[in-house]
C-alpha cells in the first residue's frame, strides 16, 4: 500500500461519470451527476468540482482518470470492528439449516475479552484497511464484546485510534455474569460503565430486541447516553418487529439501524423523522443469515432517509464491503442503482450527522472512489467484482 501526500494539490481530470451528491451540481436529481468531469483536491478538502474543460492548471500532480467514473467515498455507519476470533463454525450450522439468536454474540464476548490490546488493535486495523480497499473512507465502529468496565471502555479506546465515529454499545447482550439479573446489567451500562465509557465515544446504541433489551431498557439506556452529550442510535426492529424504530424516533436519534421488520406506523414515523431519524438499513445481515430483506422501497416511497451500511461483525454479517451491499440491495431490497449509491455515501453521512463527507462538493473532505468502470451503476450490475480502482481519503491517495 502506497500513498502520496494530502498537502499539495491534485487536479483528477478524465472522469467520464462524477457522483457528487449536490443536486445543484449536475443532473440525476440527487447525485448530482457530471460528466466529463474533473476535481481538484487541495489540503484535503475538494476545492473545486465542474467540467474537465474548465478546470484550472497548475495543479502539483494530476491524475488521468480515463473516462471511468469516481464516486463519494462510502460511508459505512454501522460497523462492529472490536472482536477477536471468529465464528466460521456458527455461520457453517446456520447454512446447514439452524436459525440465528442473538445468544451467538456471547461466544464472541468470550474471546474478545481474552485478547490483548494489541490483537485488538491490529483487527481494527486489519479491517479498516479491508474497507479502505473496497472505497469506505469513514466508518463508524462499535463497542459490544466487552460487555464489562473495563472491556467495553477498552475496546471504544482502540475504536478511537482508527476512527471518529465511535460508539458505545455496552447494551449489545446482557452480559454472561449478569444472566439472572438484567436490571442489575442495565444499571451497569447506565451507571460505572457508561461513567467509563462517555468520555471515549460520541454515540450510545443499543441492541433492542427480543433476547437482548426490551423497550424501557433501551429507553433508560439511551436516556442515561443522552444526558452523558452521546447521541443515540438504535438497533432496531431487526429479528422481530418490536418498539426500537418508535423509540428513536422519539428520542431523536441519528439512526434506527436494521428496520427489518416494520409496521406501518413503523414506516410512518421513519417517514415523517426523515432528515433526523435515519432508516440504516444492513442487507449484510440477511444475507448472512438467510433472512427476509428490509423493504427499502417501502421507507424510500414513505419519504424515511435510507443509509445503506455493512454491520461488519463477525456473527451475522462478516462483510466489510458497501460495493457487495449496494448489489443485494438493489437485487433484493427494491432499491434503484442511484437510490443504492446515494444511500451508501450521503445517506450514512446524515446517519453520522456529518455534512463535511457523503459528497463531492467544495469544503467537502476530499474522500473519493475511482471505479474501474463507465458509472456508478455497475457496482450493482457487476456484483462480486473489485471494480474500487483507487480511493483518496482526506485527499491522500491509497493505492
Ligand atoms: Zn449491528
Known amino acids: 500500500m502506497t500513498s502520496t501526500s494530502g498537502t499539495s ?24 451527476l457530471v460528466a466529463d468531469a474533473a476535481v481538484v483536491v487541495e489540503h484535503g478538502r475538494i476545492a473545486w468540482v465542474g ?38 463454525a456458527e455461520f457453517n450450522a446456520r447454512m446447514s439449516g439452524r436459525s440465528y439468536t442473538a445468544g451467538g454474540i456471547r461466544t464472541t464476548v468470550a ?32 463497542s459490544g464484546y466487552g460487555l464489562t468496565v473495563g472491556d467495553e471502555e477498552r475496546a471504544l479506546r482502540i475504536a478511537g485510534r482508527h476512527t471518529d465515529e465511535v460508539t458505545y454499545l455496552g447494551a449489545h447482550v446482557v452480559a454472561p455474569e449478569y444472566a439472572d ?11 460505572a ?14 441492541f433492542c430486541e427480543r433476547g437482548a433489551f426490551d423497550g424501557d431498557q433501551a429507553r433508560a439506556i439511551l436516556t442515561a ?42 414506516v410512518a414515523a421513519l417517514a415523517s423523522a426523515s432528515g433526523s ?13 438467510r433472512a427476509v430483506y428490509p423493504d427499502a422501497r417501502r421507507l424510500l416511497d414513505a419519504g424515511a432517509t435510507v443509509a445503506l451500511s455493512t454491520d461488519c461483525n463477525p456473527g451475522s454479517s462478516f462483510t466489510s464491503s458497501v460495493p457487495f451491499c449496494i448489489a443485494v440491495a438493489v437485487r433484493e431490497m427494491g432499491m434503484t442503482p442511484d437510490e443504492a449509491l446515494w444511500s451508501a455515501t450521503a445517506g450514512g453521512a446524515a446517519a453520522l450527522r456529518r455534512t463535511d463527507v457523503g459528497r463531492v462538493a467544495v469544503g467537502a473532505r ?34
Not at 26 to 31: A, I, N
Not at 181 to 191: E, H, N, R, W
Request: a negative charge.
Open 9 to 32: 494539490s491534485t487536479l483528477i481530470t478524465g472522469i467520464g461519470s462524477l457522483v457528487t451528491n449536490d443536486p445543484s451540481a449536475g443532473s440525476g436529481g440527487p447525485l448530482g
Open 225 to 266: 447516553g443522552a444526558k452523558r452529550g452521546l447521541t443515540p442510535r438504535v438497533h432496531a426492529n431487526q429479528l422481530t418487529e418490536g418498539p426500537g424504530v418508535q423509540l428513536a424516533v422519539e428520542l431523536g436519534a441519528a439512526s434506527a439501524d436494521h428496520c427489518t421488520h416494520l409496521t406501518d406506523a413503523d
Open 51 to 88: 467540467p474537465a474543460a474548465a478546470a484550472p492548471t497548475g495543479t502539483d500532480q494530476v491524475f488521468d482518470a480515463a473516462g471511468r467514473a469516481v464516486v463519494p467515498g462510502f460511508v459505512d455507519s454501522h460497523s462492529h470492528l472490536v472482536f477477536a476470533g471468529d465464528r466460521t
Open 111 to 142: 474471546a474478545t475479552r481474552a485478547a490483548t490490546d494489541a490483537e485488538l488493535d491490529a483487527n481494527v486495523a486489519r479491517y479498516v484497511r479491508e474497507a479502505l480497499r473496497q472505497g469506505t473512507t469513514v466508518l463508524e465502529c462499535k
Open 277 to 289: 431519524t435515519v432508516a440504516t438499513l444492513l442487507p449484510g445481515a440477511e444475507f448472512s443469515t
Open 366 to 399: 476530499a474522500d473519493l472512489a475511482l471505479l474501474d468502470a463507465p458509472s456508478h451503476v455497475h457496482l450493482a450490475y457487476r456484483p462480486g467484482v473489485p471494480l474500487v480502482a483507487a480511493v483518496w481519503s482526506a485527499g491522500v491517495r491509497i493505492s
Open 193 to 206: 460503565m457508561l461513567d467509563a465509557c462517555a468520555p471515549h465515544a460520541r454515540w450510545v446504541d443499543v
Open 181 to 191: 439479573d438484567p436490571a442489575g446489567y442495565v444499571d451497569l451500562v447506565t451507571g
